[in-house]
Each structure stands twice: as structure tokens, then as C-alpha cells.
């Protein structure tokens, strides 16, 4: 009886082991498109009412696949961004630029939403900040 219970134990403890190989979520699939930036988050810092409110986030597609951002949506109309439109082929970089109506004096945060066919991270968030004077 004693040898019965300790080979089920040793079964189901390398079955567990077995389980626990399976797919990490944290390295995505490598097939298909996959974005990454070399920033999400543009702090202006201090700007001046009425200055330079562009900035440009660069991505590129780590995937074997091309990639696609079917939207690009800012949280509000004061952000306005446009992005590249076409297919980026995998190992080649897009941009998606914003502008800010820095006429708008005070402190900002917004959020631009990026949607994509890529499978690392389909949906997210890119963020704008900083203080008009």
C-alpha cells in the first residue's frame, strides 16, 4: 500500500511538472505581427502657450507578419494623432504622431489609444504630459 501511494505521488508531481512547461505568458507567440515602442509615455515637461505641441512615437514590428494599426484614437479633441497608414513589414519601424493644442494652459495628461492585428499586445495605451504655461 505504502509503495502504491508513493508511485501515485511521484506521478502526479511529474505530471505537475510537465503542466507547468507549457506557454509562458509573458513571452508572447512569435508568429504574427508584434509592436513595440521605444517609448509609451511623452513628457513636453514645460511648454510654453502656444509652443510646439508635436511628438512622434516610433514602433516596430518584432513579428514575422505584417502589421497593421486599424485605429489610433486620442481621449480627447485637443490631441490629434495621425499614424502610418500602411502595412510595416516585420524588422521595419512606423510612426504615430501627436499633436497637442498647447493652447491650453495647465497641466495635461492624455491617452492615445492604438488598436493593431499585432499578437503581443493588440490594444494599448500611449500617454502625453506635461504643463503649458
Known amino acids: 500500500m505504502k509503495k502504491l501511494f508513493l508511485l501515485s505521488l511521484f506521478v502526479s508531481m511529474a505530471l505537475t511538472a510537465v503542466n507547468a512547461q507549457g506557454t509562458n505568458p509573458q513571452n508572447p507567440p512569435k508568429n ?31 513579428g514575422n507578419e505584417p502589421l497593421i494599426l486599424s485605429n489610433v484614437r486620442a ?33 495635461f495628461t492624455k491617452s492615445i489609444t492604438v488598436t493593431s492585428n499585432a499578437v503581443n499586445d493588440p490594444r494599448l495605451t500611449l500617454t502625453i504630459k506635461g504643463k503649458v504655461e
Open 32 to 62: 504574427g505581427p508584434q509592436i513595440s515602442f521605444n517609448e509609451i509615455v511623452h513628457n513636453y515637461g514645460t511648454i510654453q502657450k502656444g509652443g510646439d505641441g508635436n511628438c512622434e512615437f516610433v514602433f516596430t514590428n518584432n
Open 75 to 107: 481621449s480627447c479633441g485637443c490631441t490629434v494623432p495621425t499614424w502610418t497608414k500602411e502595412p510595416i513589414m516585420p524588422g521595419k519601424t512606423g510612426t504615430i504622431k501627436v499633436r497637442y493644442n498647447t493652447n491650453n494652459v495647465g497641466n
